[in-house]
């Protein structure tokens, strides 16, 4: 008799139970929340507001939709618009070089790849990295922002560190794992060559990883660039302030001009990163 | 005597290896080619016995040290050896990592010197692939790639090549193109060369001594030319191979000069 494939026989059972798992914490959820599919059918003032609001959304302003109340020497609505939309993408790009740094420094650190062929005392430091890591990721650039307005205030600094710092948690996290997982081989055979670790690292490994480390992070300034705007829920001038604004004076047509220019700006983004990946793979 | 995990995976080898010399390490896969040839460059040290190159045991020597004496051993690998999406005179710059120092060799990466350029193009040219010196890695064939390999292996001024299986992922036709320009080079550059083939023909072809191996230990040691058809047959036979899985870390403990 052959021996028995222990892996074969336990590999099914050990998925049915994952799957019983996940499937019963979904039950969990939905009962616990008392979720109840009638709620999502909009009460009569509310199915009003719906049509309303989905109906500016064929003719966005291009104006201001009421000119009452508006102060002598106002700058036309698109110009307002344009502001908006710039101080929303500086706000994304200096959280976004901040984040790069960070998660770069981090990332490296991190990762097991970088303290390969290194004393294994390192691998303290790298825990406590991760451990930080973790610590960046685990509080939401909202709820920050919250914290940093009641030390700091309005100002700027407030709203990119707020973004800057569980984003470099997320790329640091990210980074480390994609070098990880980038192929090994070439980077063994130069530490053949005599290579030291660093110079393994850095010429054999981290090239590999980094058309992914490129276009991961313009995934996440796409990202940055949404968190600036809701950053103007709490008063910082991006175009969340504006948004926020029109739809409290119930300017459906203006807050639907605000949406397009995001959804433009992020289809610019998208546009250039396939291009500049399709120059990196090929 | 090598253990890979528990079992040893070369016993009681004795060889030497001369100066100059071309040796071609024959043996069905598992025979402990790679092993022996990671162990010449301090890879792998063996749990006893010792390796000496040039005259210095590897045992013991600091991660300084043995860095210094790999950068004056070549390695050409069978496949995956060269950073896929670097260009290929970049590849081939790092031939000379061992000797640089960190900041020196980051700039040769960054922006390479006009010396070292004007270097690697005639490198490449002597290895028949000059028009390939800003392409990417990954766009050249598998014997082009060798190619890049050897021309690293040239850059980095070596004493000694070592080469795994070199052309088992080049195709037959290209593989004597190889073969010979490495040989060449080797008798140029008066390198000791030291490869594992598994093509009978082309080690006979190429190399004038063969070392064969089977089961870990030395079974054949001589000119290509005593090696007989029976021997062959005996060499790749599995006879002995079920046995690979049971050998204990008692057998005969020999010392290994490479």
């Given amino acids: 008799m052959a021996k028995p494939l222990p892996l074969a026989q336990r590999l ?33 003032s509310g199915f009003r507001l719906v049509l309303e609001f989905f109906g500016a959304a064929f003719t966005p302003a291009f104006t201001y939709q009421s000119s009452t109340g508006l102060p002598e020497g106002t700058s036309p609505f698109l110009f307002k618009v344009g502001r908006g939309l710039w101080t929303t993408l500086t706000y994304a790009i200096a959280a976004m070089s901040l984040s790069l740094i960070g998660g770069m420094a981090l990332g490296l650190l991190a990762s097991a790849s970088f303290w390969e062929r290194r004393h294994p005392l390192w691998a303290v430091l790298r825990w406590a990295v991760r ?32 973004i800057a710092i569980p984003y470099s948690g997320t790329l640091a996290k990210v980074f480390s794992e994609m070098l990880d997982e980038s192929p090994r081989e070439a980077a063994d055979a130069l530490s053949y060559l005599g290579a030291n670790p660093l110079q393994v690292f850095l010429i054999g490994r981290l090239p590999r990883a980094f058309p992914d ?70 | 005597m090598v253990h890979l995990g528990g079992a040893p995976v070369l016993r009681g080898v004795d060889l030497e290896v001369g100066s100059g010399e071309r040796v071609a390490l024959l043996g069905p896969s598992g025979a402990g080619k790679t092993t022996l040839l990671r162990a010449i460059n301090g890879v792998i040290v063996p749990r006893s016995g010792s390796v000496e190159v040039q005259g210095t045991a590897l045992r013991n020597l600091d991660q300084r040290r043995l860095r210094q004496i790999r950068s004056r051993i070549g390695f050409v690998h069978q496949d995956h050896s060269l950073v896929a999406n670097l260009r290929v005179l970049h590849n081939v710059v790092a031939g000379r990592l061992g000797r640089r120092g960190f900041w020196s060799s980051l700039r ?34 598998g014997g082009q790639q060798q190619r890049v390999a050897l021309a690293r292996a040239l850059f980095q001024q070596p004493t000694i090549l070592l080469a795994d299986e070199p052309v088992a992922s080049v195709d037959p036709t290209r593989s004597r193109d190889i073969l010979d320009l490495m040989t060449e080079l080797a008798e140029e550059e008066g390198w000791t060369l030291v490869a594992s083939i598994h093509d009978l023909a082309l080690a006979r072809e190429f190399f004038p001594r063969v070392i064969g191996l089977r089961n870990g230990e030395v079974f054949f040691d001589g000119p290509a030319d005593a090696l007989t058809p029976k021997m062959v047959t005996e060499l790749y036979s599995l006879d002995g191979l079920d046995n690979a899985g049971k050998l204990d870390g008692e057998g005969a403990s020999k010392e290994q000069d490479g």
């Fill in chain 1, 131 to 162: 451990l930080l890591i973790a610590a960046m990721r685990s509080v939401h650039e909202l709820l920050l922002a919250l914290v940093f307005l009641a030390t700091l205030g309005i100002t700027p600094a407030a709203a990119v560190l707020a």
């Fill in chain 1, 12 to 44: 099914p059972t050990r998925r049915v139970r994952i799957l019983t798992g996940i499937f019963l914490a979904a039950l969990l959820a939905f009962f616990g929340l008392d979720l109840n599919l009638g709620d999502l059918i909009p009460r009569d």
């Fill in chain 1, 213 to 282: 480390i490129a276009a991961y992070s313009f995934y996440r300034f796409e990202c940055a660039v949404r968190s600036s705007a809701v950053m103007g829920f709490f008063g910082f001038t991006t175009i969340g302030l504006y948004l926020r604004q029109s739809f409290e004076n119930l300017h459906y047509r203006e807050v639907w001009s605000y949406l397009y220019a995001l959804i433009i700006v992020v289809l610019i983004l998208e546009v250039w990163s396939s291009q500049l990946r399709r120059r990196f793979v090929a």
């Fill in chain 2, 108 to 141: 040769d990466v960054v922006r390479t010197s006009k010396t070292d350029l004007v270097e690697v193009h005639r490198i490449l040219e002597r290895v028949g692939i000059g028009d390939k010196l800003f392409q990417r890695t990954d766009s050249l064939s």
